[in-house]
């Protein structure tokens, strides 16, 4: 059974970076496209950031772009989200998941991710 494991949250000043990682264990995710999704206090989970399996597409939310970056290394089974100019409003749960079935536009609508990670806290204070 697959599992998504995220370290990396934290507490950062506005205007910091912070990257998050999601490892895979248990099986390879390599040719599926993965995802970053948050969700803020009182809010709905809301889509981040997509890459495909060769991680040579890439979509992101408009509230991110230009300042957050979706990568991959499928030898080590992991993608990152390196984060930089980070705004108080970014504070939120963050969750990677990974798709089985779908492809890189589900991902981007939220459908068809079968595994989650536990989600990681990023705190960004004003």
């Known amino acids: 059974q697959v599992q998504l494991v995220e370290p990396g949250g934290g507490l950062v000043q506005a205007g910091g970076s912070l990257r998050l990682s999601c490892s895979a264990s248990?099986?390879?995710?390599?040719?599926?496209?993965m995802g970053w999704f948050r969700q803020a206090p009182g809010k709905e989970r809301e889509f981040v950031a997509a890459?495909?399996?060769?991680?040579?597409?890439?979509n992101y939310a408009d509230s991110v772009k230009g300042r957050f970056t979706i990568s991959r290394d499928n030898a080590k089974n992991t993608i990152y989200l390196q984060m930089n100019s980070l705004k108080p409003e970014d504070t939120a749960v963050y969750y990677c998941?990974?798709?089985?079935?779908?492809?890189?536009?589900?991902?981007?609508?939220?459908?068809?991710?079968?595994?989650w990670g536990q989600g990681t806290l990023v705190t960004v204070s004003s």
């Open positions: 998941a990974a798709s089985l079935r779908g492809s890189l536009s589900t991902v981007v609508a939220g459908r068809n991710l079968e595994v």
């Open positions: 248990g099986r390879s995710l390599r040719t599926y496209p």
């Open positions: 890459i495909d399996w060769s991680g040579g597409n890439i």
